[in-house]
């Protein structure tokens, strides 16, 4: 079989045809996946069927596993998968309900973020639960230059808790417990990152998890992240990802953000995904 890429009609974002993951993948197919990845930031490889094995070996071509700190919702198999689902089970959720319904970019509360995010769906329903892309390596070309001065060697802070005291009156969506948010301290991130791969600039700042600008008066920090946030937010860079069973997809973590939005999912609406993130680097 041949190996196809087909944009989506969106702003980015791309479907690779002619894989079957449940085998092993040659190197040049590797290859090409690998490149659209960089050149389409989003890529699905639909109609697929993996066990969980199958779903942890094709994520390691991208580079190491790590596990959720969530770890009351590990795969029963393996570690490396934390299973998203809105399934009860003899009174038990299956795993976490709600990933993340805001914008964010993945593991960006750690000083080593995710390269890549995987997931796979098993159950989705016919509507709802899309997830949302934006792309911040196009919404950072379109700044103009005095924003660009402006943004460059600025740090800004990220904090998992963050979302946490955002979300305060609707209540947390996850809960940490005391050993796992003393793990999770804020760290600093550059306002505008270099992408690893590419070398291509991109915004690295979110509404879930970007607390502050480091060094900026409040009100002044406030202001300017809206005003990011503003732009980035704009159609015109906003990809929605419409979920069948069988889709694998993989995204760059350092090109896009993104948020679920399972908040507004009904859950007589089965939704269970298997997620595997890829270890990244410092990002500066
Ligand atoms: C994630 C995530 C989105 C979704 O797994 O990192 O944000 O739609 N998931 O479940
Ligand atoms: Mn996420």
Sequence with gaps: ???????????????IRGLDLSAPIADEDFAA???????????????????????VDFSRRFGDLESHMLDQYHHPETPLIIVLSNQVEDGRSIGLADAGSFWHSDVSFRERPSKTTLLYALEVPAEGGDTLYCDMIAAYDDLDNTMKSRLDGLMAVHDYGYRDRLQGERGATVVLSQSQSEATPPVLHPVVRRHPDTGRKALYVSPGVTERIEGLQAAESDELLKAIFEHCLQDKYRLVYKWRAGDLVAWDNAAVMHAATTDTLDPAKGRTLWRTIVSGGPTH
């Design 1 to 15: 079989m041949t190996l196809t890429i087909t944009q989506f009609d969106a702003p980015f974002g791309a479907e």
């Design 33 to 55: 996946v690998e490149q659209a990845w960089l050149d389409h930031h989003v890529v699905a490889i639909r109609g697929q069927r993996l066990d969980a094995a199958g779903m």
